[in-house]
């Protein structure tokens, strides 16, 4: 089993990693980590679990070998979560270990209209990532008086069954993707300064 390197675990590390170098609660500008290299770091591990959880879980199993879908409705009907829906488990599992960084799945496009972008900031990178998938978008946003670095990634359908997926969603906006479109984004935000727990 994978218990030891799940998603929690393997961010946990990012944040140690941090803490030892000194660099935990320091700005960059006093020798910590620049807050855009954390989002990317805490990024690379969203994107390989996802991808992994979609090609050799999903993929493997749903698709290649017929043994177990991945539905909407998987506790109901005993099957896999959707890539999506295992995203936001893992994004609600970290919230409540009281980070202060947060991370989320939203889209131009979105099936469950909880993933539709809420900021300006949002809108506007999930629209450049759109349109040029390989740059990540970066702004600066306030909430209360935290001041956080929010990065969107774009979201590819890295499988033929990510694409099929929303194509065949009855409540999709969008039903024209194919493997290799950008779906949507990955929407990071890490405080501008200080620890990230």
Same mark, same amino acid.
């Given at each position: ?17 941090? %803490? ?53 409705? %998987? ?33 131009? %496009? ?25 740059? @990540? ?35 999709? @906006? ?20 200080? @620890?990230?727990?």
């Amino acid at each position: 089993m994978r218990d030891r390197y799940t998603l929690g675990h393997r961010v946990g590390w990012i944040v140690a990693f941090g %803490w030892v170098l000194g660099c935990g609660n320091k700005p960059a500008s006093e020798g910590g980590i620049p807050p855009r290299a954390v989002a990317d770091a805490l990024h690379a591990v969203l994107e390989a679990d996802r991808t992994t959880y979609a090609k050799h879980v999903v993929g493997r199993l749903q698709d290649e070998h017929n043994v177990i879908k991945a539905t909407e409705h %998987w506790k109901d009907e005993k099957t896999l979560p959707l890539p999506a829906q295992m995203f936001r488990m893992g994004a609600e599992a970290t919230s409540k270990k009281g980070a202060r960084f947060s991370y989320s799945l939203l889209s131009l %496009w979105p099936i469950n209209k909880k993933n539709t972008a809420k900021t300006d900031i949002e809108r506007q990178g999930l629209d450049a990532v759109a349109k040029n998938p390989k740059q @990540p978008f970066y702004a600066n946003e306030t909430f209360g008086d935290t001041q956080f670095v929010t990065a969107v990634y774009a979201d590819v359908a890295v499988a033929e069954a990510c694409a099929n997926c929303h194509n065949q969603h009855k409540d999709s @906006p969008r039903k024209d993707f194919k493997q290799g479109d950008v779906l949507g984004g990955v929407v990071i935000r890490v405080p501008a300064n200080g @620890p990230l727990m």
